[in-house]
């Protein structure tokens, strides 16, 4: 097995176990794996965005290698940045197969004024482009969700419940009375939410069945996310499997133990100091809250 | 009487129980069943089977667009999905275009790509399959895939132009495709694809998501905007066992099966102790 593999496995090991130990309290092991994660994911995904979308597509339409021409601005431009850095804007123009667009220099501009948040005295110039971005989403979110979820939805619950060429009763195909269930639960979830008049009479009534269709949907989000923290657990459970094994120098018995160890040890300390508390872990749970 | 009263106190004393002792149980049933397969069936559900059926009848050689959403967070759920996904496509001769909306996508695809399409299938990357790689902007991502795919991606994740790559030939916006399956773990991801994409377009799409989306997503398969979906980990060994091949997925069913019901088991006691302990607090 190669070494990278071997390291990796260790790595891992060390991060998983690191993590899992906040389950018994907060200590430096789980800071460790929490910062290295959130540290590499924020380098990644600037590394990643930078190479993928701002220098093909960006430096790409502003300075093309197709229309590279020495002696306009432009490339005068390009040039003196070439200077500082040959992988970002190397010799000859930027080949990505793009034609020139100089309407790019817009974005650009947007781009840093939002970094000038950063430089107290020109943070006001960061609104332009958060406002641009802002309107964008927002009527991009709008027309989304006016024909998806409004008119696609509506269109999904409009059901007829005198079909009677459906099956009377099945469990998840169409059928009499689920296109019942879907017109009642329609109905009184909607109401539940209508303010304008007291829930009294059959408004509360229907309110009161909308309440039990809203329950049951909760309860499910709840079984489901259950379901998606065990398969998450199981995930990682498989991989410290496999780090257990001879392959890869017994990594998770390793890490495990040390860990354990120095929590322990750490434990045991914290104990001796403050005159030796009441060590059954079986005492309320609230005190560890 | 006195023997009702102890067995309440029982009760009183495990709904009192440190919650560390309860992470230790759920340890040992997840970690047993890992080492000591049950082999419990997994019986394929309708949503999952209309996911299946979906892939199955498209037309030999079709234009399949792929779009990895998730990172290794959520990798037990998602990776096994996408890789049946992929073997089913490639069975079936279609072509395989992978997109992604998530920055670790990328190197999901590539796992599960050089996994599938190189080591089991054998497949030419850029007559087969290929991977256009990741784009920031959500939704803006998707809308420019469905004007102009190829002012977005001028090369793909190893940096080839696509005018250069013989597959993209005749692929110019996401009316091109025949069928878009997204493997999903939030934002943005499937629901992004239904609003800006299928919906739009009409070209039929289906998913793959975490259990937790599944309630935020199901609404979209009722209404038939999405044809069927993976629900989590079940759905991902449900497609296993569909296609005949199995994976991780379905060798987790077990640990999942045991954990569920230990968590059932928890929630009765806890509620048992919590009506004592009403019972007796009105009582006094």
Not at chain 1, 264 to 285: D, H, M, T, V, W
Not at chain 2, 224 to 234: D, I, R, T, Y
Request: net charge neutral; aromatic share 14%.
């Amino acid at each position: 097995m190669e070494f990278s593999s071997i390291l990796g496995a260790w790595v891992a090991s060390f991060l998983t176990i690191g993590i899992f130990s906040y389950l018994y309290k907060d200590n430096p092991f789980y800071k460790i794996a929490e910062h290295l994660f959130v540290g590499v994911s924020a380098g990644y995904l600037l590394s990643l965005g930078f190479w993928t979308q701002l220098q093909p597509n960006l430096f790409g339409r502003l300075f093309p290698a197709k229309h590279y021409d020495p002696d306009t601005l432009t490339y005068s431009i390009y040039n003196i940045l070439s200077f500082f850095s040959t992988s970002i804007f190397p010799e000859g123009g930027i080949d990505k197969g793009h034609d020139q667009h100089l309407i790019y220099v817009i974005p650009l501009i947007l781009g840093i004024m939002m970094l000038m948040s950063l430089i107290p005295s020109f943070s006001w110039m960061a609104r332009w482009g958060i406002a641009y971005v802002v309107g964008m989403a927002a009527g991009l979110k709008a027309y989304g969700y006016l024909n998806s979820n409004v008119i696609g939805q509506i269109k999904g619950t409009a059901v007829n419940i005198f079909d009677f060429s459906l099956p009377i009763f099945s469990l998840s195909s169409p059928s009499v009375f689920n296109n019942l269930l879907i017109f009642i639960g329609t109905i009184c979830g909607l109401l539940y939410f209508y303010f304008s008049k007291e829930h009294k009479g059959m408004l509360g009534k229907a309110s009161k069945i909308g309440i039990y269709f809203l329950m049951i949907s909760f309860g499910a989000s709840f079984g489901f996310a259950v379901m998606g923290r065990i398969s998450l657990l199981i995930g990682r459970f498989t991989d410290l499997i496999l780090f257990s094994g001879s392959d890869y120098h017994y990594a998770t018995y390793w890490v495990l133990v040390l860990i354990v160890g120095i929590l322990g040890y750490a434990a045991f300390k914290e104990q001796k100091n403050e005159g030796f508390p009441e060590p059954n872990i079986l005492s309320s749970s609230n005190e560890e809250e | 009487m006195n023997n009702i009263k102890d067995i309440e106190n029982i009760f009183l004393k495990i709904g009192k129980i440190d919650r560390r002792w309860i992470f230790i149980i759920i340890a040992v049933v997840v970690i047993i069943p890992l080492l000591v397969p049950i082999g419990l069936p997994i019986r394929a559900t309708d949503t999952s089977k209309s996911v299946y059926d979906a892939l199955e009848n498209l037309p030999k050689g079709s234009n399949v667009l792929l779009s990895v959403e998730y990172s290794p967070s959520t990798k037990p759920e998602n990776h096994p999905m996408t890789i049946s996904v992929l073997r089913h496509l490639f069975r079936n001769d279609h072509k395989v275009y992978v997109t992604c909306l998530w920055p670790d996508g990328q190197f999901m695809a590539q796992d599960a790509l050089s996994q599938v399409a190189e080591g089991e299938f054998n497949k030419v990357y850029g007559q087969d399959y290929v991977l256009l790689g990741y784009r920031p902007g959500g939704e803006a991502v998707v809308k420019g895939i469905v004007s102009n795919i190829r002012k977005l991606f001028s090369v793909d994740a190893k940096q080839t132009k696509v005018d250069e790559i013989p597959m993209m030939d005749g692929i110019k916006n996401f009316k091109d495709f025949d069928f878009l399956f997204s493997a999903s773990a939030g934002y943005p991801g499937t629901i992004e694809w239904v609003q800006y994409a299928s919906d739009p377009t009409g070209i039929p799409m289906s998913s793959g998501v975490t259990s937790i989306q599944v309630n935020e997503v199901m609404p979209y398969v009722q209404s038939g905007q999405m044809v069927g979906v993976l629900a989590g980990m079940p759905g991902a060994a449900e497609y296993e066992s569909l296609i005949g091949q199995k994976g991780s997925a379905t060798s987790g069913m077990d640990a999942q099966s045991v954990a569920h019901l230990v968590i059932v088991l928890f929630i009765v006691l806890g509620n048992i102790s919590y009506f004592i302990d009403r019972k007796r607090s009105r009582k006094y």
